[in-house]
């Protein structure tokens, strides 16, 4: 074979000074052929023109070259100024003849030559046909100024007719504008030689300043040469002038004298009027431009300092406030830097809250595209440690809103293939076009998520936002009341990470059981553990169970107040000293001696049930009668192991939770429900769940509840006569998200006497309102209007939403109403009340809140603390957690049931009824839980009554109700006694305000009045007028609407038993606890939230596949209740 690699020639020599005269000589003799492409001539003036000007590095190298021959021959000029003796006398011959020495005339003469040469050779290089074009530009003609009277005096110095020109004066100072001229094409040069191009900002800076410096030292040294015949001022002398003078401060102690140095003064100053605000108008221009675009963000900062970058479409104040103050509430954040890159222009309340000196030093705003690789180079996208990319919920096409965050997570791998990407979504079907993203939020899965759980579990939408906000739990505490101290100071508690061998908390639990290190662990120090994850497993599991063992290496999560990091011990053996004299048991459960003792004498009652769990949740009641003569209940301590001789293997499958049924109840509920997974997922990427379903397809004509059928006759949900209260949902379309509201209403562990029929309701006129059991509903969901998302105020978005909402809360005073908004702020009109004293008492306590500082502030409004309504941009925070906490996101998935991960628990919750409380607190309560169920509770709902102090009350109601004379005053309260009787319904929750509206007090005033003023005469007919008056203005609004309501239902053939016309919850507050203390006092009605073990973990070995579409189960129904 032959060798091709010894046939290839070498490859020509670069371009050197003596090829551009020779050529290429050495491949003359060679019988191959050179084909040397984009060469157009090889003539020798192609050579220079290649070395001179079109090589980039060779013509930077001229170009430097020609800078310093201008900045030389300046500083021979200031040398020369400054070795001359100044002349005695004005004679103008002064301003002609120089004193000038040999040697350094001899080199002026030399860079003279060289630097005509040089323009000569370069104006040859670059003619294009117009000599005149050449010869009349300005460097050019100051060459000739500066270098053609050397090169005659040195003509006639040679020929010795002139000896004494050599001391010809020459302006070689102009030299400096030749000097800017070159520097100018040397930086043009020097970003096409690095193939980089500095910003537009420093080249117009550097052109400005060495403008300055020309006219500056032009001025300094024309003044000093022109006072040769005046003053005889000295180069400083002439600084010190030209500073003065063109700063316009004037201070007269050095003036010229001559005319002629006059004359030149007044024309510097004029060439310095022109040119200086040229120049400074590009600076601002130039400026202006910046500050819209941002600049670009420092290669060298990039690579020193820590930076992320967050990309949006459109920048809001809101926005940016919550992920600020989200961000760097972490410590560990506070060095980094913060690049936003946006496509629009900054907006104005942005600007100013960017001027902020606590932001303006870190954050960043970049204006330009994440789909051009320039811009993401701007924010050195490939040196950053995180890219945040949010879609805008405002639009109105919200698929339109999630194609556009797709291309740019793509634009970003693209370019940053290393760089994490943090990516929010709206719509779940287009989940998968950005499955390589790190972390993924889909607002729809969470937000139909949560809505569904606030049906079964009150209020878990704020259980949510409050656990994925970062706060220190120091809302509320100046408040006078108590419920919101607490409610403050336990939103504090966030979600924990750490390994277990590293871990005071949990360290000596090694070994130990899962439940049994979680009661400990907060009876101890008062943290909730919750969830752990193995070491060479990357699922995290919520509440394993009694079953798992504790390893070394497992990382384990936990609710707490703070980390563990920032939590600081006391020393345990002096603890331990000062409890001897208290405790006689240091066992490994650590209980006090009364309740072991308690425990040891009632050990038949309160053995350990590790059978089957309950699905529903146990029911606290009071121990047998055989224990009545105990002073106090006693609670069973809990395993360090899991006894699993005990444990019984059943099959879960079955509902062994559910209550005891006839035989006829239980052949129709095994007939209508099994258990599997969907035949059919809505949307690419949705998370299987095991849950409820029916054995055979509905067809679609039976899904029209208005409509009757060939299958079945109804046409209300009166008429279906279902057992339980019904879920309304009002939408306006059934999008793919309502899949993620549906499963976890039907998922596996909830029992089937508890499921609720769920409503679609499109359209929400009040006749199909009432036709679809409004009247009966458990509890209407109301979902974020899309249409409304266009508004051009942004805060109007959730106009529709309100209103709707409002006029529900009107109608059906009694009705759970449950909703979503956009923005958290507008979360105040929900349920709203324009004179509500307490209401408007809340409003002065948030905007404290919010000047404190706080990123909470909206937490204290009654529907939200209630969990009626939430704001899905909460959410957000979800995702900037998700930066210092990479497990958020899972555990917020598993809490919601959007997945479901073997082993791992769900959330539920119980309610505590009057045989409850002897548990009597929260301590007692954990340990009952875990030792009967395992179940792991994390938190308390509790309704309370509202209360005012007076003072406070009378204070709101001075200010905002109209002063009345005390005669009207009484007749009022006359008035008021009165209706009482008539109606006990409330129209506010203070004891001073009346229970009719201003309004009405004021027409009944009016009335009365009237009264007052008629005929005599007709007194029995007066008085018939007035009573009928007062009756129609003592007809509250509320009875209004109930008629109205009622006459729509006879009009529509329904039946108006049961609707309630007075009942509703004006007069309680709701709100929640997280990981309370272990002394908070259990509370009657209050609702535990427990994190229940999966109940197919204990199923035996030889169970049969969970991925069946649909378990056929049978078998009795039956109810175990745990006693407590």
Known sequence: MVDLESEVPPLPPRYRFRDLLLGDQGWQNDDR???????????FKERLKLFFIKNQRSSLRIRLFNFSLKLLSCLLYIIRVLLENPSQGNEWSHIFWVNRSLPLWGLQVSVALISLFETILLGYLSYKGNIWEQILRIPFILEIINAVPFIISFRFVLQIFWPSLRNLFVPVFLNCWLAKHALENMINDLHRAIQRTQSAMFNQVLILISTLLCLIFTCICGIQ??????????????????????????????????????????????????????????????????????????????????????????????????????????????????????????????????????????????????????????????????????????????????????????????????????????????????????????????????????????????????????????????????????????????????????????????????????????????????????????????????????????????????????????????????????SFYHGPSRLPVHSIIASMGTVAIDLQDTSCRSASGPTLSLPTEGSKEIRRPSIAPVLEVADTSSIQTCDLLSDQSEDETTPDEEMSSNL??????????????????????????????????????????????????????????????????????????????????????????????????????????????????????????????????????????????????????????????????????????????????????????????????????????????????????????????????????????????????ADDLWIRTYARLYQKLCSSTGDVPIGIYRTESQKLTTSESRKIASQSQISISVEEWEDTKDSKEQGHHRSNHRNSTSSDQSDHPLLRRKSMQWARRLSRKGPKHSGKTAEKITQQRLNLYRRSERQELAELVKNRMKHLGLSTVGYDEMNDHQSTLSYILINPSPDTRIELNDVVYLIRPDPLAYLPNSEPSRRNSICNVTGQDSREETQL
Not at 33 to 43: A, D, L
Not at 684 to 690: A, D, L, N
Not at 881 to 896: A, E, G, N, W
Request: net charge neutral.
């Open 33 to 43: 052929v050179q084909v040397e492409f984009y060469m157009n001539e090889n003539t």
């Open 672 to 913: 209508e429900y099994a258990k599997g997974y969907p035949p059919y997922s809505p949307y690419i990427g949705s998370s299987p769940t095991f849950c409820h379903l029916l054995h055979e397809k509905v067809p679609f004509c039976c899904l029209r509840l208005d409509k009757s059928c060939q299958h079945n006759y109804y046409e209300d949900a009166k008429a279906y006569g279902f057992k339980n209260k019904l879920i309304i949902v009002a939408a306006e379309t059934a999008g793919n998200g309502l899949y993620n509201f549906i499963v976890p209403l039907r998922a596996y562990y909830r029992p089937k006497k508890e499921l609720n029929p769920i409503v679609l309701l499109l359209d929400n006129p009040l006749d199909d309102l009432l036709r679809c059991g409004v009247t009966f509903a458990a509890n209407m969901v109301v979902v974020d209007k899309e249409s409304t998302m266009s508004a051009e105020e942004d805060y109007m978005a959730d106009a529709k939403t309100i209103v709707n909402v409002q006029t529900l809360f009107r109608l059906f005073s009694s009705l759970s109403i449950i909703t979503e908004l956009t923005h958290p702020a507008n979360m105040r009109f929900m349920q709203f009340r324009a004179k509500d004293c307490y209401s408007l008492a809340l409003s002065k306590l948030e905007k404290k809140e919010r000047e404190r500082g706080s990123n909470l502030a909206f937490m204290f409004r009654l529907p939200f603390a209630a969990g009626r309504v939430f704001s899905i941009s909460m959410l957000d925070t979800l995702l900037y957690q998700s930066f210092v906490k990479d497990y958020m996101i899972s555990i917020t998935r598993l809490l919601l049931g959007l997945d479901t991960t073997p082993g791992s628990g769900f959330l539920c919750s119980m309610k505590i009824t």
């Open 225 to 582: 040469h022109l006072e040769r015949i005046g003053k005889k001022l000295n180069l400083f002398d002439s600084l010190y002038f030209c500073i003065v003078t063109f700063s316009t401060v004037g201070f007269g102690d050095v003036t010229p004298e001559t005319w002629s140095s006059k004359l030149f003064v007044v024309a510097m100053i004029c060439v310095a009027l022109v040119v200086l605000p040229i120049q400074f108008e590009q600076l601002a221009y130039l400026w202006m431009e910046r500050q819209k675009s941002g600049g670009n963000y420092s290669r060298h900062r990039a690579q020193t300092e820590k930076h992320v970058v967050l990309c949006v479409s459109s920048l809001k104040i809101d926005l940016l406030m919550d992920f600020l103050n989200e961000f760097y509430a972490h410590p560990r954040l506070q060095d980094y830097y913060v690049v936003i890159l946006c496509p629009t222009e900054m907006d104005v309340q942005v600007r100013r809250v960017l001027q902020i000196p606590m932001w303006s030093q870190r954050v960043i705003y970049l204006q330009g595209s994440a789909l051009k690789d320039q811009d993401l180079l701007r924010a050195k996208m490939d040196d950053a440690e995180a890219c945040f990319i949010l879609s805008s919920r405002c639009e109105v096409d919200r698929t339109s809103s999630d194609h556009q965050t797709i291309l740019r997570a793509w634009a970003v791998k693209d370019f940053a293939p290393n760089c994490p990407l943090y990516v929010q979504i709206l719509k779940p079907e287009n989940k998968f076009h950005i499955k390589f993203a790190d972390h993924v939020v889909c607002e729809e899965e969470f937000k139909y998520a949560m809505l569904a759980l606030n049906c079964i579990c009150p209020a878990t939408s704020t259980l949510i936002t409050l656990l994925v906000h970062t706060s220190r739990g120091q809302e509320g505490q100046q408040s006078p009341e108590q419920w919101q101290k607490m409610y403050g100071r336990c939103s504090g508690n966030e979600v924990y990470h750490i390994v277990l061998e590293e871990s005071t908390f949990f360290a000596e639990y090694e070994g130990k059981s899962f439940t049994y290190a979680s009661f400990h662990a907060h009876k101890k120090f008062g943290v909730c553990l919750i969830g752990v994850r193995r070491e060479d497993n990357k699922n995290i599991l919520l509440n394993p169970g009694p079953r798992y063992i504790m390893n070394s290496t497992d990382i384990c999560f936990y609710i707490n107040i703070t980390k563990e990091e920032n939590s600081a011990f006391k020393n345990q053996d002096q603890q331990r000293k000062s409890n001897v004299s208290r």
